[in-house]
């Protein structure tokens, strides 16, 4: 995805916040531009120069912590799961995190572009691919497990 300000919303934040329990300011996916149920799911977040995280980390020199590029991940892949008929209402739980790595900073102006490739289920259990990236470099990739409950 190279443009990613043609990318059109097909949910924005209020249909995601339809689909997920997290609200404001913790709701870090702003919208989703690509959506198979149970399969795959592209979201977009826009770091605003705004956002509450980045008064503290770090002053005079502001990057979205690594654990919140690792939610808004989780976020992403939790609309998939959680837009399915016999998911709904439900939530989804990490259940492990492998081979997560960080290979750029995500600083104020840039937009992460959020994608979710789920390869295996098994029940309530399931994984997936995970990749962050900022104008086409990866920011973060790695193999998300989840719980739906």
């Given at each position: ?7 059109r919303a ?6 995601i ?28 977040k ?12 770090f ?24 837009c399915?008929?016999e998911?709904k ?7 492990g ?9 995500v600083?104020?102006?840039d937009?992460?572009?959020l994608?979710i ?5 098994r ?27």
């Amino acid at each position: 995805m190279d443009k990613v300000e043609e990318l059109r919303a097909i949910l924005g934040a209020e249909e995601i916040m339809k689909i997920i329990p997290h609200r404001p300011p913790f709701l870090l996916v702003d919208r989703i531009v690509e959506l198979i149920p149970g399969k795959r799911s592209v979201g977009i977040k826009v770091v605003r120069d705004d956002e509450y995280y980045l008064r503290g980390h770090f002053p005079g020199n502001p990057i979205m912590p690594g654990v919140l590029i690792l939610e808004a991940l989780a976020q992403t892949g939790a609309v998939a799961e959680l837009c399915l008929e016999e998911n709904k209402g439900k939530i989804v739980l990490f259940g492990g995190i492998d081979s997560l790595r960080f290979r750029r900073q995500v600083v104020p102006g840039d937009t992460l572009v959020l994608e979710i490739e789920i390869t295996k289920k098994r029940g309530p259990v399931g994984k997936g691919t995970a990749r962050a990236t900022v104008d086409g470099e990866i920011a973060a990739e790695g193999e998300l497990t989840f719980i739906v409950k």
